[in-house]
């Protein structure tokens, strides 16, 4: 079991940038594939970006790609998203998940979820 904590969201205006933490609890991070997904108002949470237990394969959603970029510590036990490039329609909440394998987290969310943090991109 993994216990995960978001930190990082804010307000930012268009063209900015941000960065996420996703720090995480429980021995056995390392086993699982982490990924960041968010929820704006009235819509359905979304696959943001994915890395694998070892961090030798990300996924992106086109939305983001090449704005944002997906790493991870396993000693530290953290993920990070950078996030550049804001734009307005990036303003959701952002949660940080965890699942065995990147291609079931990426179809179907994780496993784990921490609480979320907020990211406002102003125009």
């Known amino acids: 079991q993994v216990q995960l904590v978001e930190s990082g969201g804010g307000l930012v205006e268009a063209g900015g940038s941000l960065r996420l933490s996703c720090a995480a609890s429980?021995?056995?991070?390392?086993?699982?594939?982490m990924g960041w997904f968010r929820q704006a108002p009235g819509k359905e949470r979304e696959f943001v970006a994915g890395?694998?237990?070892?961090?030798?394969?990300?996924s992106y959603a086109d939305s983001v790609k090449g704005r944002f970029t997906i790493s991870r510590d396993n000693d530290k036990k953290t993920v990070t998203l950078q996030m550049n490039s804001l734009k307005p329609e990036d303003t959701a909440v952002y949660y940080c998940?965890?699942?065995?394998?990147?291609?079931?987290?990426?179809?179907?969310?994780?496993?784990?979820w921490g609480q979320g943090t907020q990211v406002t991109v102003s125009s």
């Open positions: 890395i694998s237990w070892n961090g030798g394969s990300t």
């Open positions: 429980g021995s056995t991070f390392s086993r699982y594939a």
């Open positions: 998940g965890a699942r065995g394998s990147m291609t079931t987290l990426r179809r179907l969310g994780g496993d784990y």
